[in-house]
């Protein structure tokens, strides 16, 4: 079984669209996060959740609403999509909140294009 | 704003010992230090992580200087397997900032 799963996997749209993103761990975590991933490689954090409160909050346009209805589950919704969110989006989950020294279990990632 | 830097690009051959250095002057002075492989189309996954000095799992080695500003991921006797980006990951700044380093593509060729 999956431990982190994501969908879709991939996901083309048109700019002005919403789309969401859906993201499961089965590990019974209870942190979850969101990563996206630039053409350049980069990874930068975008929200993470702690039993589905909201404890991290980067500068991100509030197009980009998380939402978690239960620990297990932290989606990912995007407002009025533009050029610039086209990008890989992972989804991640550490048994605790925090930093560096909780191991983090990635999904397989989210490839979003938008045209 | 300090980055977390990697060297972009790295190539070595099969039996080969590859080094790859972190630079992460403003690290939180309580966390540890984390670091990813990456696979093409596939989440990051967990290697190693430690607080300071040296740290050695079945896959690698990290080393930690004593003023935590950097560090650098071991792998000995590298293989083809091994071909994939390497992150690490730190907390920085005054607290809670999650920031991954900026990434190493390791080659490794016969």
């Known amino acids: 079984d999956t431990a982190v799963s994501q969908t879709p996997k991939y996901l083309v749209t048109q700019m002005g669209n919403d789309k969401s993103i859906k993201c499961e761990q089965n590990?019974?975590?209870?942190?979850m996060y969101w990563y996206k991933q630039d053409s350049k490689k980069f990874l930068k954090i975008m929200f993470s959740?702690?039993?589905?409160?909201?404890?991290i909050n980067e500068t991100v346009p509030n197009r980009f609403s998380p939402k978690s209805p239960d620990k297990a589950h932290l989606n990912l919704h995007i407002n009025s999509l533009e050029l610039g969110d086209s990008a890989v989006y992972f989804c991640?989950?550490?048994?605790?909140?925090?930093?560096?020294?909780?191991?983090?279990?990635f999904g397989p990632g989210t490839r979003l294009t938008v045209l | 704003l300090a980055k977390t830097t990697q060297p972009i690009s790295m190539d070595s051959y099969e039996g080969q010992e590859v080094n790859i250095t972190c630079s992460h002057n403003?690290?939180?002075?309580?966390?540890?230090i984390t670091w990813y492989q990456q696979f093409p189309s596939q989440g990051p996954r967990f290697i190693i992580q430690?607080?300071?000095t040296k740290v050695t799992n079945e896959v690698a080695s990290l080393f930690i200087p004593a003023d935590r500003k950097s560090s650098t991921l071991s792998l000995p006797r590298v293989s083809l397997s091994d071909t994939a980006v390497y992150y690490c990951?730190?907390?920085?700044?005054?607290?809670?900032?999650?920031?991954f380093g900026t990434g190493t593509q390791l080659k490794v060729e016969l």
């Open positions: 991640a989950s550490s048994s605790i909140s925090g930093g560096a020294k909780d191991t983090q279990y």
């Open positions: 990951l730190v907390v920085t700044g005054g607290g809670n900032k999650l920031t």
């Open positions: 590990l019974g975590h209870d942190t």
């Open positions: 430690g607080y300071k």
């Open positions: 403003n690290i939180a002075t309580n966390d540890y």
């Open positions: 959740y702690n039993n589905k409160e909201l404890i």
